[in-house]
Each structure stands twice: as structure tokens, then as C-alpha cells.
């Protein structure tokens, strides 16, 4: 027992760094990612005696996004406007940022891994309904933008607060839709199970990933998602242009930190969560628990510890390239009109989520999986 409450202290931990360190990720990917798109060079001012130049790499711009910057958002004076409450303005960064935070544990990274005769779980909480606390701890992240809108006390931010909570509602629906259409297919409210769900082949080659068996899904998904995230083509609730900053047009230092950080966080779930439902979560290609069994017949032994941390890896090498391909996307596409962007929700992506569910429900009764 005390092994297994230490492993999972330390999972929840390393689950928390992992988003907090691919948060750092996406903000050096923001500035620099988009200078290489923009043909320009980005940050590159910043060294550490030195240091960039010794290493060869002065233009990198890695001190700038991940000690300069940070240090000097968290250095600065923390404004309250006259006539904010202060205390729903203070707590307002934190709920934003917290419900992210929690949702992180029940990601599984990894199958299970054996430490002193006790088969651990690579998962920080293996919950039975994972999938609804999943759910219920993103959309309490809505409460965070509201009060920080309402509470600065300033027109602007309240009406960033308010198109931020409405974007947010209507996308969690088809969120929600995408996710019940998974959880049909594989018949468990557990994220670890899904992604067993997803391991041996079709045809002898063809992974048996969450993506082949609902594309619909995976769509509503990574669109809904990445309206939820707040992210170009979806920051209506902070487009500079129109409201200056949107909700967190009063915060200054550390608290306007921590909102970039929820945006970036949010993008590392987004990534996790698509990982995890439709690209196989930790699964590798023809690995199973004995070692590779390729195309073909042919077979290569692996020791049980390595395929563990080769499961790992390849969840990570997912996510990333996921960030990557939404970084991608943030830079190329154009801002939606805030028409444009509710006519989307409710009249593109909830229908189709309702369909998407409607036939999910056919199959499964057809092929008489219902218990």
C-alpha cells in the first residue's frame, strides 16, 4: 500500500510537470514557430553570459521564452483598477488555471510497469469514469474567464468575459458528443481501458487506433478542442483588435501569466486528449506485451521494461506533434467572425456530433456488443 500511494504521488506529479513543461514547450514554439512561419527571426536578444553563442545557437531565442520572459511577467507590478473586487479578481487566474491542471491525472502515459513486485499503473488516478470526471473538470474552467471578465470592473473585459463564456459552453457540447461516440465504441468510461481498447492490427498492418473507427469523432474533437483552448482561428473572447485584450484586459504580472499559461496547458491537453481517444494513447504499432509482431509474420522479442518506456515515448512523440500541428494551425488560419464562430458550434459541429452518436449507437446494437 505504501508503494502504491508513493508511485501515485509520484505520477500526479510528473503528470502535472509534464503539462507544465509542455506549456513552456508551446510558448517557445509561439514565438519562435511563428517567426520561422512570418520569415522573421523572433526572440533572440537574450543570453546568459553568453551562453547561446558558446553552444551555437544565439538565435534560438531559448533563454527569451523560458527564463526571460517568464521572469519578467512574474517580476511585475500586480494592478487591481479601482472599484474591482479584488478577491474575485485574485482567484479568478487560479480557477482558470486549476481545472486544467487536475485534468491532467487521469491521462494515461503509459501501460504499467513493475516496481518491487507491484504492477504499477502509468496513470496518476485510474478512474473507472474517468471519462466524466474529464468532462466535469473542463467545463468548471469556465468559471475562471467569467469572474475574470466581470470582477476588473471594466466594459471591455466583460464583454471578452462574456464571448469567452459562450464559446466555451457551445463547444464543450460538441466536445462532449465527440467523446460519448468514443466511449460507445470501446464500452468504458476508462481512459486507460480505451487505449488498451486501441492496441493489435485490422488487415494484418493497420493499427486499430480510435481515429480509423471514428474520424467524425476525431474531427469535433480537435476543432471543438481547440475553440475551447481559445486559440487563433477561435480567440474571439481576447482578439486584440476588438477588445483590446478581452477578459484579462485588466491583469498585469503574474496573474496575466498564469491566463497565457491555461491557454498553453489547455493546447498540452487538447493534445492529450486526441493522443489518448483516437491515436492509440501509448500504443506502439505492432508492440504488443512480448515484443513487435511485424507485418508479415515476423517477430522480434522485446524485454517487458523497454516495451513500458517505448510505450511512453511514443505517447510523447504523439502529443508533440500534435502542439506542433496546432501551433501550425494557429499561424495560418484567419480569425472567425464571432458569427461565424457560433454558427459553427451550434450549427455545424452539434449536429454532426448528434449524427456521429446516432450511428455509433446503430453499429454498436447491430453488431449486438450491448450488454
Known amino acids: 500500500m505504501t508503494i502504491e500511494l508513493i508511485a501515485g504521488a509520484i505520477k500526479a506529479i510528473l503528470m502535472i510537470l509534464l503539462g507544465l513543461n509542455l506549456s513552456l514547450f508551446l510558448l517557445y514554439f509561439e514565438r519562435k514557430g511563428s517567426a520561422l512561419i512570418q520569415d522573421r527571426i523572433g526572440s533572440n536578444r537574450v543570453t546568459i553570459t553568453g551562453l547561446g553563442k558558446r553552444l551555437g545557437m544565439p538565435n534560438l531565442g531559448i533563454i527569451n521564452t523560458t527564463i526571460a520572459d517568464p521572469v519578467k511577467m512574474f517580476t511585475k507590478e500586480d494592478f487591481v483598477p479601482a472599484g474591482a473586487d479584488k478577491f474575485l479578481h485574485t482567484l479568478a487566474p487560479f480557477l482558470a488555471l486549476f481545472p486544467v491542471m487536475i485534468t491532467f491525472v487521469v ?22 469514469a474517468g471519462a466524466l470526471y474529464l468532462l466535469a473538470t473542463i467545463g468548471l474552467g469556465v468559471y475562471g474567464v467569467a469572474l475574470a471578465g466581470w470582477s476588473s470592473n471594466n466594459r471591455w473585459a466583460l464583454l471578452g468575459g462574456i464571448r469567452a463564456t459562450a464559446q466555451m459552453i457551445s463547444y464543450e457540447l460538441a466536445m462532449g458528443l465527440a467523446i460519448v461516440s468514443v466511449i460507445m465504441t470501446f464500452g468504458t468510461l476508462n481512459l486507460q481501458e480505451i487505449v488498451r481498447g486501441q ?24 476543432v471543438a478542442g481547440a475553440a475551447e483552448s481559445k486559440r487563433i482561428p477561435f480567440d474571439l473572447p481576447e482578439s486584440d483588435s476588438e477588445l483590446i485584450q478581452g477578459y484579462f484586459t485588466e491583469y498585469s504580472g503574474g496573474k496575466q501569466a498564469v491566463f497565457m499559461l491555461t491557454d498553453f496547458a489547455e493546447q498540452a491537453l487538447l493534445a492529450m486528449l486526441l493522443t489518448t481517444f483516437f491515436l492509440g494513447g501509448w500504443q506502439v504499432p505492432w508492440l504488443l506485451r512480448d515484443g513487435f509482431h511485424l507485418p508479415g509474420g515476423a517477430f522480434l522479442a522485446v524485454p517487458a521494461l523497454i516495451v513500458s518506456i517505448l510505450g511512453i515515448i511514443a505517447f510523447l512523440v504523439k502529443v508533440v506533434a500534435l502542439c506542433i500541428f496546432l501551433g501550425l494551425v494557429r499561424w495560418t488560419l484567419p480569425r472567425f467572425r464571432y458569427d461565424q464562430l457560433m454558427r459553427l458550434g451550434w450549427k455545424g459541429l452539434v449536429p454532426l456530433g448528434l449524427l456521429n452518436v446516432l450511428l455509433t449507437a446503430f453499429v454498436v446494437v447491430a453488431t449486438g456488443r450491448v450488454q
Open 107 to 128: 491521462i494515461p502515459f503509459g501501460d504499467t510497469i513493475s516496481i518491487a513486485g507491484h504492477r504499477i499503473g502509468l496513470e496518476a488516478a485510474n478512474l473507472n
Open 199 to 222: 492496441g493489435g492490427v485490422w488487415f494484418g498492418f493497420l493499427p486499430r487506433w480510435g481515429i480509423f473507427v471514428q474520424p467524425l469523432a476525431f474531427i469535433l474533437l480537435l
